[in-house]
């Protein structure tokens, strides 16, 4: 039975990859890390599966980390714990750096020391490309243009990954992703603010939603699809950097168009453009260049529009349920 260690276990992908592990009969272990409320929404009916448990760590805490590998002897590591959120990474840049950065290369660096058998993979984004002046699709040879700390600390981390593969040899795999939501994704992302603050105008319990830079483009997938992909990566038989992207790209007012309009509403009587949620620097347009993962066999099953519909209904359910309790 395959070990696997996933930090960042209580998010969404966490969640997701966790499900698609115990499907493949993984014995799969979570770090997560204590904080004053409950943070296991996304992870609580994962705990009926023998396969399935957690344990305390921070990847602030290196040897936190380091005595939990030692325990449990992963042969697969998948770290995807951060400091995600691109706009708060101008608030706390030293966190997210500590968290996204120093995390990640006390990982690698326990591996390289103690244990050069372990697979591990890394959460790349691609908030790295950022602003840059590459072409669009972007793919492995796009030049690299961070415009946030959160996307300076991924970049960091993705030449550590890349540097402890090519110079000790580790398995050492990083998956650069673009964007990709689901129900479970977090309440402050675009696409979850829009859905859950439509159910909220539904219900009569907001009057407006408030959002920053509705120009920008994204290229959305659906995480489901991305955790196949990571793992999918993690099976070859030599470690590489792959792009997972649906290769399709949209504004964030088209998003907007399409939910309010699903909802029947008129996204232009709700929506106020507030200067709060702009960042100091704008990342654009993402659009990705997947070709090298997808000659692997890999291909998403949810378009942008099954995404954000599946997350609206979601939506609507769940704000039924809280006032109706
Ligand atoms: P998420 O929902 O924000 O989950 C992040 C996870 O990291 C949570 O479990 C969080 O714990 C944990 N975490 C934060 N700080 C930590 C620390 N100091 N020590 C240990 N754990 C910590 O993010 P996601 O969307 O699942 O993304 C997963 C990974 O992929 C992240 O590394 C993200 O940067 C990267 N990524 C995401 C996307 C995307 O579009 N979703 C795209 C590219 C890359 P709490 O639950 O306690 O907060
Ligand atoms: O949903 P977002 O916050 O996602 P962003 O910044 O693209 O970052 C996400 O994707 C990255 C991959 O490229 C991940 F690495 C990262 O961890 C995270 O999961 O914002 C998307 C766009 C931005 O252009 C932002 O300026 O939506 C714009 N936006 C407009 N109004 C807003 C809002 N973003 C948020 N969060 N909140 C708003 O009110």
């Known amino acids: 039975m395959k070990r696997a260690l996933i930090t960042g276990v209580t998010g969404q992908d966490g969640s997701y990859l966790s499900e698609l592990l115990l499907s493949k009969k993984y014995k799969v272990l979570g770090i997560m890390r204590r904080t004053s409320h409950f943070n296991t929404a996304r992870i609580n009916h994962l705990y009926k599966n023998k396969n399935f448990d957690t344990e305390y760590g921070d990847l602030v805490d290196p040897i936190s980390i380091a005595n939990v590998i030692d325990r449990f002897k992963p042969d697969e590591i998948y770290n995807l714990g951060a400091m995600s959120h691109v706009r708060i990474s101008f608030d706390v840049p030293r966190f997210t750096l500590e968290t996204n950065t120093l995390g990640p290369v006390g990982i690698l660096e326990y591996i390289h020391q103690h244990n050069p058998k372990i697979k591990y993979y890394q959460a790349s984004s691609s908030e790295m490309f950022g602003a840059t002046r590459s072409k669009p699709p972007f793919g492995l040879s796009a030049e690299f243009r961070p415009q946030s700390p959160y996307g300076t600390s991924k970049l960091a981390a993705f030449h550590l990954t890349r540097i402890y593969r090519e110079g ?3 398995f050492a795999v990083n998956g650069i992703l673009f964007n990709h939501e689901s129900p479970r994704r977090g309440e402050t992302f675009v696409t979850r603010k829009i859905t859950r603050g439509i159910a909220l105008i539904l219900k009569g319990k907001m009057k407006k939603l408030r959002l920053g830079n509705i120009e920008s483009k994204r290229d959305w997938g659906h995480s489901k699809d991305y955790m196949r992909a990571i793992h999918l990566m993690m099976q070859q038989e030599k470690p590489d950097d792959y792009i997972v992207a649906t290769g399709e790209t949209h504004s964030i007012k088209e998003a907007l168009e399409f939910c309010f309009k699903e909802a029947g509403l008129n996204w232009k009587k709700y929506v106020v453009i507030d200067k709060k949620f ?3 620097n704008e990342v654009p347009y993402l659009q990705g260049d997947s070709s090298k ?3 692997l066999g890999w291909r998403p099953r949810y378009n942008w529009k099954e995404i ?11 704000v039924e349920e809280i006032f109706e309790s």
């Open 168 to 170: 000790y040899g580790l």
């Open 308 to 318: 954000l519909k599946e997350m609206l209904e979601n939506d609507i359910k769940y």
């Open 293 to 295: 993962i997808r000659k």
């Open 278 to 280: 702009f960042r100091p």
